[in-house]
Structure formats: C-alpha cells, structure tokens
C-alpha cells in the first residue's frame, strides 16, 4: 500500500503541530522544576488524558489489538481488574505521599523513604529500562512501516526520533504532555472509524459474537471464549489465555498492574506535575474514565480481525501468516487499517499509529531525562551545582537518551535475541516493585535494608521461578526452564503471571523479616511519607467530583458493570 | 503554563477535518468517500468544540 498526497498532507499537518507545540513552550523553560515537573502547574484534565497517553505507545495499541484477536474479549482483563483498581488505587492512597513528600521522581521518594542504595537500584534499573522499551518499541514500529507502506527500517524512526527529540529539547516535560494530550485525541479519532466500518463488515455487534463462536468451537475452547471475560476462566483449558480466575485476579488485577501503574515513573510523572494535591490525586482517576472505554477502541478491531479471517472466503481479509505458519496477530489492526480505509482516512489512521507510538516514546524520554539527571548524575556525579547546569544536563540526557534508543532499535534489528533476554531481565527487577512501595507507605517500621534485600530476593524469586517452569510447548532456554523443568503452565502468559506472584511474595515476606530485624527509622523523619504518620487531606468542602474517593468509587462502580456486561 | 492546550488540538483537527471532508467530496465517488466527508465532519466539529472552549476560559 503507497500512501498519496492526502495522507501525506495529514501527517505533515500532525508533525507541524507537534514541533509547534514545542517550540512555543521553550521560552517558559527556564529552571529544572520547568523542565522536568512543568513547574507543577498542570491543570488535572491534561495531566489526566498525558497520564493515559504516556503508556498508550504503538504496542499498546498494536498489541492489545493483536491479544484480541488471540484471546478474544477477555483481553479486558488488562483494563477491567488491571490497569482501573489500580489508577484507583494510586490516586486515592498513594498519590498524597509521592505528590506530599515534594519527592520529583520516583526513585527520590524512594531515598526519602528507604535510602540511598534503594534509591539507586530503582533509579538505574529504571532509565536502563525505558531506553531499552523506547528502543524496542521503536525497532516494532519500523518493522510495521516496513511491511505494511515499503519504507525503510531507518526512515520511521529517524522521523519519530528527530520529531520526539527536538519536542522534548524545547518544552521539556511540559511539550511532552501537551503532546501528549494531542496525541491522544488523534488516537481516538484515528482508530474510530475503524470499529465501525469493522463492525459494520463483520454484521455488527451480533454478526461478530456468532463468527467469533465459530473460532471458538474450531480451536476446542469452551462457547464463548472470544466474547466473555470471567465465564470462560472456571477452567485454565477452557479459554485461550490458558489462565484461571484466581492467577488473573491476584497476578495481573494484583501484582503486575498495581506494580506498573503505581510504581512506574513513566506514568507517576505526570501526576507529579498537576498544579495542587487535589489535581495530583485526580489525574490516575480522570484517565482511569477514558481507560475504561479503551477496549472497544483497541481490543474489539482484534476481534473483528480474527473473525474476518474466520470468514476469508466472503470477508476477503485475512490475517498474514507468519514463517512458522502460526497467524501473525500483531498485524491485525494495520491490516484492517489499509484494508478498509480509503486515502485520506487512511492518513489519519497512520497519523494516529504514529501519534501513539510518538507519545509513548516521549514518555519514556522524558521520565528517562528527569531520572538521569535528579537521581543519577545530581546524587552521584554532580552535587551541588546550578540549577541552570542540571537544566542544561536534562538537555543533554534528551539527546543522549534518543540516541541510545535510536541505537536500541538498531540492536534489536541485529540480536533478536539479546532483546528477549534483556525484556525478561527488566521484568525480573519489576515484579517485586509493588510490594516495596506497599510496605513503604503503609507500614511504618519497613527500613531500608529491608527494602533493599527484599526488591533484591523478589527479582531472584522471580528469575528462579521462570528459571524452573515453561509454558507447555516451549523449549527451555529464554522461554523458561534454564535451570530444569519442575513445572509447566498451559501458556506463556499464565507463566508471567505466577512468576509476578512468587516475586511479589518473596519480596513482600523479605522485607517484612528483615526490617523487623533492623533498626527502626527516626518516626519524625517519615511525616509525609508514610499512612500512619501523615495527617489526613481534609477535603470535604470541595463538590463530590472533584473529590478523589468519590470519583474513585463512581469509577469502580462503572468497572464493575463492564466486568458484568461482558461476565 | 502560558499555552492553552486545546488551542492547538482544536485548530489541527479542524485543519484535518477540513481536509478529509474536502478531499472526500472531490476526490472520485467511491464506496468509501463518504467516510471521509462523514469523519472529517466529525473533526471539523470536534476541533469547533475545542477551540470554543478554549476561547470561552479566556
């Protein structure tokens, strides 16, 4: 498919707009507070829809739409008990000691809290990881471009680079966000239509359940389970994520979602520079309202992908296979995207792929600068200088940091490999995250030794776990069983999923022992930064809706019908 | 922070809402033309919406 002058233009229009953006905020850049926590004057709304779009990265996109069509509807999980509690969760209880304790990333709040050596291994482990995620997500990117419109691998993410770069290099965090919240709103309008002409093709809502039935029937799951979320997981054989109801409520609903959305830097940013506590706490819940809707927007045009396959003959679509023969799910929505857009949509729709895999870059650019320079080079390197040097030394890390994921990306293109291995690694350090930052908050006798050795004994929980199980079919090596075989799970998810539990618990359990046996922290040095010790937000004046716990239950609330709807 | 948000959104989408609507009309009648007049309506509205909103907070 070649793009014509329409699409072009469309896309022009789009990079315009983003590097305007930018460029009319860098005369407001002026201290490092500017640059890295725009100067916490965010109103709540924009740090909100940010907040979403910083996570919404191609593969968000490109990947939720490729597990529905591999799994089906209950690929909702990652929204309906994943991602919705814990934004809850985050901006009701965690939010006041992160946005409280006037900590400016998360790794500082960790050195108030804890100390210097948990601080640090939070810090490096985490700009290692956003380089390497901006990098491989960027190599995914060049790929698709590639394959579905003939350009070659260098020339998207040269574009997306440059474009991302010279953004963030004017407005900081704050051209970030903006972006941000652009690039979300042409990630809704782009992919839109496609639910519908997708629906419309497929005969509508009831023409998709009944093709999806027969997809169902054809791979011998239980009826159903490409369109019920709970009713299918009685049994882990019965539905196609190979998971029961108890690994995806406690691994995914408990463990990895509240491990990513509350501890990640890359969202926290965000909220970290709403303009007041109250808009800070907000932020998680007014991005948990359009989250909740996201799956109609990228897992149902997997849905019609898979069933329009299912019906090739008639349909005339069907999903490309892969070298080994196997579907290839992760071209699901580009391929509908060409397939049933005409020109001019079908700029928009690119526009909109490249939005979000532009806003999750940023993201991980603009958390990546902020942790280098406050938590690596100001505690390690440099200490003491002028707030115009670590401005200048944020300007530099966004250089740098685009670079090295540029370098990233060409790496993954080489060493398929070394990129799998690093991936596994980085999830090993983050599994036990949560219940540091649980223990942190809510339990005032956690030190820092036990904080330390528990993220320490949790990431080996978890590398002794995959090192000990493999998914069913699965070779041992990168897959799992490096070590031996004791055990093997029905997929390669339901394996992430209790190698998450095991860390989360090892580490939870470490860090409660150890610190029992260590010294006590001073109590008056943890007001602000511990439940216990921190006087409660009185906001009772203020209207329902702009109070966190209120919203935070309308929010549940309205889950909870999803989860019903689609029982 | 000196820039109104929605400023910017609202001009870019009714800038593409302009030019998917237009192109859609004179562009050759196919099935799928109508999609981009209906849709690009749509982002001509949407960008109004902004850019009123924008305006009125001023």
Known sequence: MQLIAIDWVILGVYFVFVLGIGYTLRRYMRTSTDYFLSGRSIPAWVAGLAFLSANLGAQEVIGMAASGAKYGMATSHFYWIGAIPAMVFLGVFMMPFYYGSRARSVPEYLKLRFDEKTRGLNAISFAAMTIFSSGISMYAMALLTNLLLGWSFGFSIWVCAGVVLLYILFGGLTSAIYNEVLQFFLIVFGFAPLVFVGLQRVGGWHGLQTALQEVATSRGFADGAWTHTWSITGDAAANPMGLEWFGIAMGLGFVLSFGYWCTDFLVVQRAMAANSMSAARRTPLIAAVPKMLFPFLVIVPGMIAIALTQHADTSGFALPLKADGALNYDLAMPMLLVHYFPHGLLGLGITALFASFMSGMAGNVSAFNTVWTYDIYQAYLRSGASDRHYLNMGRIATVVGVCLSVAAAYVANRFNNIMDMLQLLFAFVNAPLFATFLLGMFWKRATGHGAFYGLLGGSLAAALHHGLTLPRGASSGVKGGWIAVLDSYPSEMAQNFWTAIYAFTACLLLTIAISLLTKPRDEKSLVGLVYALTPREVDNEAAWYKRPAPIGCAVLAAMILLNLLFW | ?58
């Open chain 2, 1 to 58: 922070m000196g820039l109104d948000v929605r400023l910017p959104i609202g001009l870019m989408f009714a800038i593409i809402g302009i030019l998917l609507s237009g192109y859609g009309m004179l562009a050759a009648r196919t099935e799928h033309a109508s999609l981009n007049v209906a849709w690009g309506l749509v982002m001509l509205a949407a960008g109004a919406l902004m850019l009123w909103l924008a305006r009125r907070s001023r």
